[in-house]
């Protein structure tokens, strides 16, 4: 097992539907750059290891407006050098080709700190925003979702590394020979590849998800024990437990600020652990996570009021106890996580 990696989720106020109550700008700034390009700057400057952008094609309560997720990732690309970039893309109705353009075009522009968060969505109204059939059985979300994942790697890897000739003095820019069709054929869709974009800086971006062929686990338990008991039993690579964070502020308790946020609309389950306290309980929360997960996905209640408490007390702590570490300048997300760059299934010697 490597460092220790601590990811945040950044989406709309945080996870409270009355987050927005707390919030330290006005509700028409949600959507606006600024916003964004501050949160995950913030982020990136307390040392966490990747940011999450959540998403979804229909309305939610809980954030009245938001951007796509990977137009986000996109925006703050440039203007990042350490955090990795983890946008969610739905895998039920989705255009898996797009997907994978995508996720590459965002490993490209954020050179290396690109992932994928892999979600289907079982629900009528999307179907009918994506005109498409409704997709409704557990086993044909399970097809979906696996296929999805399936076609975006065969197409990350339809380029060869070398395929890109750039050879000005003789006008020639690329090696067809190096380009493969994937030809893939699923139970509800086929793609031919190969893929518009070469193949990404990491090879293969990292994929994050319940289930299906991840590089990352997503796992999630309403106590300590089911976290690491779901983490013993998964088969990807690397495993990453959800926890839902509100931390004591120099004003409040966290008690209080949940309390508070109670009376204006109810706390929505939140499917995993849920910590309220003060930061040197979550350091030690973290710290015994340690031994059983390769990391964490942390999901403030308030990300206005919860960030700075994690960006001044808890990430330090845990960098200077040699828990988790910060990211280096120049390296992959695939590296930071001790994912190895892997070889293209498609390559051949020429």
Request: glycine share 8%; no cysteine; net charge negative.
């Given at each position: 097992?490597g460092?220790?990696?601590?990811?945040?989720?950044?989406?709309?106020?945080?996870?409270?539907?009355?987050?927005?109550r707390?919030?330290?700008?006005?509700?028409d700034?949600?959507?606006?750059?600024?916003?964004?390009?501050?949160?995950?700057?913030?982020?990136?400057?307390?040392?966490?290891?990747?940011?999450?952008?959540?998403?979804?094609?229909?309305?939610?309560?809980?954030?009245?407006?938001?951007?796509?997720?990977?137009?986000?990732?996109?925006?703050?690309?440039?203007?990042?050098?350490?955090?990795?970039?983890?946008?969610?893309?739905?895998?039920t109705?989705?255009?898996?080709?797009?997907?994978?353009?995508?996720?590459?075009?965002?490993?490209?522009?954020?050179?290396?700190?690109?992932?994928?968060?892999?979600?289907?969505?079982?629900?009528?109204?999307?179907?009918?925003?994506?005109?498409?059939?409704?997709?409704?059985?557990?086993s044909?979300?399970?097809?979906?979702?696996?296929?999805?994942?399936?076609?975006?790697?065969?197409?990350?890897?339809?380029?060869?590394?070398?395929?890109?000739?750039?050879?000005?003095?003789?006008?020639?820019?690329?090696?067809?020979d190096?380009?493969?069709?994937?030809?893939f054929?699923?139970?509800?869709?086929?793609?031919?590849?190969?893929?518009?974009?070469?193949?990404?800086?990491?090879?293969?971006?990292?994929?994050?998800?319940?289930?299906?062929?991840?590089?990352?686990?997503?796992?999630?338990?309403?106590?300590?024990?089911?976290?690491?008991?779901?983490?013993?039993?998964?088969?990807?690579?690397?495993?990453?437990?959800?926890?839902?964070?509100?931390?004591d502020?120099?004003?409040?308790?966290?008690?209080?600020?949940?309390?508070?946020?109670d009376?204006?609309?109810?706390?929505?389950?939140?499917?995993?652990?849920?910590?309220?306290g003060?930061?040197?309980?979550?350091?030690?929360?973290?710290?015994?996570?340690?031994?059983?997960?390769?990391?964490?996905?942390?999901?403030?209640?308030?990300?206005?009021?919860?960030?700075?408490?994690?960006?001044?007390?808890?990430?330090?702590?845990?960098?200077?106890?040699?828990?988790?570490?910060?990211?280096?300048?120049?390296?992959?997300?695939?590296?930071?996580?001790?994912?190895?760059?892997?070889?293209?299934?498609?390559?051949?010697?020429?």
């Amino acid at each position: 097992m490597g460092a220790f990696g601590v990811g945040i989720e950044l989406d709309g106020d945080g996870y409270h539907p009355a987050a927005w109550r707390r919030s330290g700008r006005t509700p028409d700034r949600l959507l606006s750059g600024d916003t964004v390009r501050q949160r995950v700057a913030a982020a990136e400057n307390a040392g966490f290891t990747l940011a999450t952008f959540a998403d979804s094609i229909l309305p939610d309560d809980a954030v009245p407006g938001r951007i796509d997720a990977v137009t986000r990732a996109s925006f703050v690309a440039a203007t990042t050098s350490t955090i990795g970039l983890v946008p969610t893309v739905a895998t039920t109705y989705a255009e898996p080709f797009h997907t994978a353009s995508q996720i590459a075009t965002l490993d490209y522009s954020s050179r290396g700190r690109a992932g994928w968060i892999a979600q289907r969505v079982d629900d009528e109204r999307a179907a009918a925003t994506w005109g498409r059939p409704v997709v409704s059985a557990d086993s044909d979300l399970a097809a979906e979702q696996r296929d999805s994942i399936e076609v975006a790697r065969r197409l990350w890897d339809s380029w060869e590394d070398d395929a890109v000739v750039r050879d000005y003095a003789s006008g020639r820019f690329l090696d067809r020979d190096r380009l493969h069709y994937i030809d893939f054929e699923g139970e509800t869709f086929s793609v031919k590849g190969p893929a518009i974009v070469p193949r990404p800086p990491q090879g293969q971006p990292v994929v994050f998800g319940v289930e299906g062929a991840v590089d990352v686990r997503l796992v999630t338990g309403t106590t300590v024990d089911e976290v690491v008991a779901a983490a013993a039993g998964s088969d990807a690579p690397r495993t990453f437990g959800e926890i839902a964070v509100a931390l004591d502020t120099p004003t409040a308790t966290a008690a209080d600020r949940l309390a508070d946020l109670d009376r204006h609309a109810p706390a929505r389950s939140t499917a995993g652990l849920s910590f309220a306290g003060s930061a040197a309980e979550l350091v030690a929360l973290l710290t015994g996570l340690a031994s059983h997960l390769d990391g964490v996905r942390l999901r403030p209640a308030v990300i206005d009021e919860d960030l700075p408490v994690l960006a001044r007390l808890v990430l330090p702590a845990l960098i200077r106890a040699g828990v988790a570490h910060r990211p280096v300048p120049g390296s992959t997300l695939r590296a930071e996580l001790g994912l190895s760059r892997p070889a293209n299934r498609y390559a051949v010697t020429h």
